[in-house]
């Protein structure tokens, strides 16, 4: 399908650090739709896990390394200019602000919105965005779905993803696409073990990523970044 120029994707997360499992499934989800760009949100303070473990100005720093390896890829920072708790409702209300009438996607893996009704005033983003929800080849997306969104994806699922590209919100697009196994978390456990460590990651990040978290002696051990 030809580029939507109108519609506004974004996929949030820590990115601590970016790797290219997160670079991949944005990118796959822009290509799969015809999408001119997905911004990717890094949170300041996200209300579901602790607190990252690089500071934001190192955050945002890797993230815009990275997305010069993909075009149609940008950076929004607005949470991290933003004081208080992350919360995507809060995103997304001033994103709508800004553009009243363009389609909003909200990207998500599966898990995230199994998650769902566990985010602070859920039942708000859906007056707000779309919901894009990725999940794996022969998974059934349903499956272990809460009932109060399962009942929820059921009225409000599409299958064309013409209609979430024209009209403002509403409607939940489930896509299929095949994933990049990479976790930040191991890549932080490797960076911890000291020595070695780049060999051991050294594909699963953009290399301007990982010069940039060797230079500043990121998730290191204490004894390597003093």
Known sequence: MPPDHHAIALLGGTFDPVHYGHLRFADAVRRALGLSEVR???ARDPPHRDGPMASAADRLAMLELA????????VDDRELRREGKSYTVDTLTGLRREFPDSPLLLL???DAFRGLPTW??????????HLVVVGRPGVDLEHAVPPPLL???RERRVADPEIPLSRP?????MLTIAPL???ATEIREH????AGATELIGGLLPPAVLAYIDHHHLYRPRSDAT
């Open 151 to 153: 009942a929820i994806l």
């Open 181 to 183: 196994d990479v976790s």
């Open 169 to 173: 919100a509403g409607a939940i697009l």
């Open 67 to 74: 997305v010069t390896e993909f075009p149609g890829l940008v």
């Open 120 to 129: 602070h005033r859920w039942h708000e983003l859906f007056d707000l965005a």
């Open 191 to 194: 960076l911890a073990g000291g």
């Open 40 to 42: 990717l949100v890094p």
């Open 108 to 110: 998500l893996g599966a």
